[in-house]
């Protein structure tokens, strides 16, 4: 019995550590708040608001309980244990490896403690150097990034697009919501390359494009990032991407710019100016201040916009379709063959590869 009360007091340590780099009696505690709340019985009176508390006690519910579960189920098999009853022994050595096991899987949950990383992603897609391969690629990626939301089952949303003057996109954002949406997607931010034989010119020639990814969180506390009105430019032009049947009749698109910074946020996809404004104010902030927290910045009109130009020698990853077919992370080394496998969205081994290389303390 001394083998497994030991066994059993390791693991109790471990998941009291999770505890508290999780915050789960903290997060228990909102959750317990939620639930209050949906127990009144107005409680989808205010039908929005309502969906919103909703989704939040879903998620949080998702990433608490199976702690609380294991909790609980270890104190118990640490009970049985002081009854040092030789005839349960087999049944507590049986119980014990369910737990270890149980314990393995929710360890991955340690990797989203970092701040935002349980929130919503905003992707944005930009194309770089490339012409209208950069453009192409610009809309391979997003194809990639929808299949792998697809295959995750997070819910996805096309903001705002751009289309390329040939072919492809030059832009577009996307909205994608689930488990630590951001905390799984922070690995994709930075500049991807693309080496192919181009499809755009008549010699089918060898080519080389880039697109800049930029992920952030979509944070909804709109205290976090209180924005001075004299430092933005608010314009609205005629949206003519995707929308409504009424998308091309009015100026609903609405495009918003923080003068200190330089950064512009365009969306066109609401029906109403007033909906896409409020949309681009969210993504504005969000933006803001992942960027005050990066700059370490006191105030927002101190920011600076991001400088990484999308062009050779910035690159985070490397998709190789000609001469060869290889996908490589230059910042955790890791790599596959099975370049289509990865465009369908198979990009998990590069998200892993990405949150252990930031929990050894060697973020990328």
Do not use: C
């Amino acid at each position: 019995m001394d083998d497994l009360k030991k066994r059993a007091e390791e693991l109790k340590t471990k998941v009291n550590l999770a505890f508290d780099k999780l915050n789960i009696l903290k997060e228990e505690a909102a959750l317990r708040e939620y639930e209050q709340e949906m127990s009144r019985q107005d409680f989808w009176s205010d039908q929005p608001l309502a969906q919103s508390i909703s989704v939040k006690h879903a998620r949080l519910e998702a990433v608490v309980n199976p702690w609380l579960e294991l909790s609980r189920a270890v104190d118990e098999t640490i009970e049985l244990i002081k009854l040092d009853d030789s005839n349960l022994q087999a049944e507590i050595l049986q119980q014990l490896k369910e737990l270890e096991t149980k314990y393995a899987d929710l360890e991955f949950e340690l990797m989203f403690s970092a701040k935002y990383y349980k929130a919503d992603a905003i992707v944005t897609i930009q194309a770089g150097a490339g012409g209208v391969d950069a453009q192409d690629w610009v809309e391979m990626l997003e194809r990639m990034y929808l299949k792998w939301a697809e295959r995750t089952g997070f819910k996805t949303e096309v903001i705002n697009q751009t289309k390329g003057d040939e072919a492809g996109l030059k832009s577009t954002t996307l909205k994608l919501g689930g488990a630590h949406s951001y905390g799984r997607l922070k690995s994709e931010h930075g500049v991807h390359r693309l080496v192919r034989l181009s499809p755009f010119n008549a010699a089918h020639s060898r080519e080389t494009s880039f697109a800049m990814v930029e992920v952030v969180p979509l944070i909804e506390d709109q205290g976090a990032s209180e924005i001075d009105d004299k430092d933005l430019k608010i314009d609205v032009f005629r949206a003519g991407g995707r929308g409504g049947q009424s998308v091309n009749t009015t100026d609903s698109a609405v495009r918003v710019t923080h003068l200190p910074s330089g950064i512009t946020v365009s969306i066109q996809n609401e029906r109403s100016q007033l909906q896409n404004k409020e949309t681009a104010l969210g993504i504005l902030r969000s933006k803001l201040a992942q960027l005050a927290e990066d700059q370490h910045a006191d105030k927002l009109a101190d920011i600076k916009g991001p400088n990484i130009e999308a062009a050779w020698g910035n690159q985070i990853r490397n998709y190789v379709l000609h001469p060869y077919t290889l996908v490589k992370d230059t910042r955790t080394g890791y790599q596959v063959t099975d370049v289509e496998a990865v465009l369908d969205g198979q990009i998990d081994g590069f998200i892993e590869a990405y949150l252990l290389s930031d929990q050894s303390g060697h973020p990328a």
